[in-house]
């Protein structure tokens, strides 16, 4: 039986949320006025992502990058194979049974 899966990558942005709502604050304040006009509301987030997952047009695109709501090609270190390797690497220890491997990741 063969599976009919494709895998994407969407980038929601940066999203306006009451993450922060414990470090409230004027500092806080001031930086989230000033980057107001940047950020997106959760829906506006959420848009990209509910994009690639339905629509039809989509139904066989796999391995591709989406930003509001738009194909675009990954920044060059993110298509660095190297540095893919790296970050598997380093996620194959994070998941890791073995506190060791974690201990001997944070120490690099």
């Known amino acids: 039986m063969e599976a009919n899966v494709t895998v994407n990558c969407v980038h929601p942005g940066i999203v306006r949320t009451r ?18 006009k940047l950020l997106k509301t959760i829906p506006q987030a959420a848009a990209t992502t ?5 629509n039809p047009s989509l139904t066989n695109v796999s391995g591709k990058y989406f930003v509001d709501c738009n194909e675009t090609a990954p920044s060059k270190r993110a298509s660095n194979l190297k540095e893919a390797a790296r970050l598997w690497s380093a996620s194959e220890i994070m998941v890791s049974t073995d506190p060791k491997s974690v201990l001997a990741l944070i120490s690099v």
Not at 50 to 54: D, H, M, N, P
């Open 19 to 36: 993450l922060t709502r414990e470090r409230e604050g004027l500092i806080t304040d001031l930086v989230f006025f000033l980057a107001s």
């Open 50 to 54: 509910c994009y690639v997952a339905t």
